[in-house]
């Protein structure tokens, strides 16, 4: 079983920054990816930013150039500049995670954390 503890989110100012963490503990053989997807109100949940070996992923134009993820081992993190109240979500941490060394990846997700980012 694998557990994904994010931290980090909170309530920010427009132009403000956070930093959001995510930690990945429990019994695995390998972490494949990890990323960040966020919620806001109303809305399907999308993918902000993925990281896997060789690359990044990050398909939301709106913060390209804004948002940083980087990884470390296990960890996860997301930094946020210039944020905008377009920003406020909740989000999630995701991780694609081989049990065994056999296995094909399986996705695990934290419990979300809330950024609001008020104008």
């Known amino acids: 079983q694998v557990q994904l503890v994010e931290s980090g989110g909170g309530l920010v100012q427009a132009g403000g920054s956070l930093r959001l963490s995510c930690v990945a503990s429990?019994?695995?053989?390998?972490?494949?990816?990890m990323g960040w997807y966020r919620q806001a109100p109303g809305k399907q949940r999308e993918l902000v930013a993925t990281?896997?070996?060789?690359?990044t992923t990050m398909p939301v134009d709106s913060v390209k150039g804004r948002f940083t993820i980087s990884r470390d081992n296990a960890k996860v993190y997301l930094q946020m500049n210039n944020l905008k109240v377009e920003d406020t979500a909740v989000y999630y941490c995701?991780?694609?995670?081989?049990?065994?060394?056999?296995?094909?990846?399986?996705?695990?997700w934290g419990q979300g954390t809330q950024v609001t980012v008020s104008s």
């Open positions: 995701n991780a694609r995670v081989a049990p065994t060394w056999y296995s094909s990846g399986e996705d695990y």
């Open positions: 429990g019994s695995f053989f390998s972490i494949q990816a």
């Open positions: 990281i896997i070996s060789g690359g």
